[in-house]
T-cell receptor, first 113, second 108 residues
Framework: DAGVIQSPRHEVTEMGQEVTLRCKPI?????LFWYRQTMMRGLELLIY????????DSGMPEDRFSAKMPNASFSTLKIQPSEPRDSAVYFC???????????FGPGTRLTVT | RKEVEQDPGPFNVPEGATVAFNCTYS??????FFWYRQDCRKEPKLLMS???SGNEDGRFTAQLNRASQYISLLIRDSKLSDSATYLC?????????FGTGTSLTVIP
């Protein structure tokens, strides 16, 4: 299994631009999580899906952030418009039903200038 | 109050030393507990689950004290390759709460 796949691995963009982060969970996993990690705040859960349905988006910082999961093998996290304070590493993780551990993708390092 | 609190360190220890990390959690209804390891500029990876009776995996021992809402990780005979950040993780329902991590550097 290839594990959780994220793209791009690095993204540098200017303030005000739209940013789209992509994630492919491990095949057969029915939970998908989006996290953001910064030095100051550590790893924060933004949103998670179960069977492609968003279950809890209380961690999404504001309306500029949106996430979708159109099918079991693909999810996107979009920031529009982006701001410098959005600079962070964004991780996607997946988990199988009945399993406790999450498996993380390699992350997308976002820099907004 | 944060769901999970950890001492950020850093811990700098010589090879062969024993080092212990502690973590406290705020919600007594928390169900599952884990230690994850994160190397610099990499993703977190599961190190071990933490069971009520305590559990050991080679040089690593994890303990859980539900009464005190406290989790610990003990690393014996530290290796250079143990240098990383160790994240305490608490699960409640489908939510996973991560500590900010404890940084360990093992010195030759």
């Amino acid at each position: 299994d290839a594990g959780v796949i994220q793209s791009p691995r690095h993204e540098v963009t200017e303030m005000g631009q739209e940013v789209t982060l992509r994630c492919k969970p491990i095949s057969g996993h029915d939970y998908l999580f989006w996290y953001r990690q910064t030095m100051m705040r550590g790893l924060e859960l933004l949103i998670y899906f179960n069977n492609n349905v968003p279950i809890d988006d209380s961690g999404m910082p504001e309306d500029r952030f949106s996430a979708k999961m159109p099918n079991a093998s693909f999810s996107t996290l979009k920031i529009q418009p982006s701001e410098p304070r959005d600079s962070a590493v964004y991780f996607c993780a997946s988990r199988g039903q009945g399993h406790r551990e999450q498996y993380f993708g390699p992350g997308t390092r976002l820099t907004v200038t | 109050r944060k769901e999970v609190e950890q001492d950020p360190g850093p811990f700098n220890v010589p090879e062969g030393a024993t080092v212990a990390f502690n973590c406290t959690y705020s919600n007594s209804a928390s169900q599952s507990f884990f230690w994850y390891r994160q190397d610099c500029r990499k993703e977190p990876k599961l190190l071990m689950s933490v069971y009520s009776s305590g559990n050991e995996d080679g040089r690593f021992t994890a303990q859980l004290n539900r009464a005190s809402q406290y989790i610990s990780l003990l690393i014996r005979d530290s290796k250079l390759s143990d240098s990383a950040t160790y994240l305490c993780v608490v699960n409640l329902g489908n939510q996973f709460y991560f500590g900010t991590g404890t940084s360990l550097t093992v010195i030759p």
